[in-house]
């Protein structure tokens, strides 16, 4: 039977067991602009700020 040569680690030995997995965010398409983002996230397209289809602010009114 073969023998580690170094203890592993619980951490790294659980970290290898997991079934939990990084996935990739889920990104939709702004109706009004056609601008992939994320979900449920404002952005900005031509010094416009859109959430949910909307204008929520221009670039010039952050001054």
Do not use: C
């Amino acid at each position: 039977m073969a023998h580690p040569k170094h203890k592993i680690s619980k951490q790294r030995r659980n970290k290898r067991r997991t079934h939990y997995k990084a996935t990739a965010p889920v990104v939709a398409v702004d109706q009004s602009t056609g601008e992939p983002h994320i979900f449920h996230h404002a952005h900005w397209h031509e010094d416009k700020l859109y959430y949910k289809g909307q204008v929520v602010m221009e670039r010039g009114d952050l001054a």
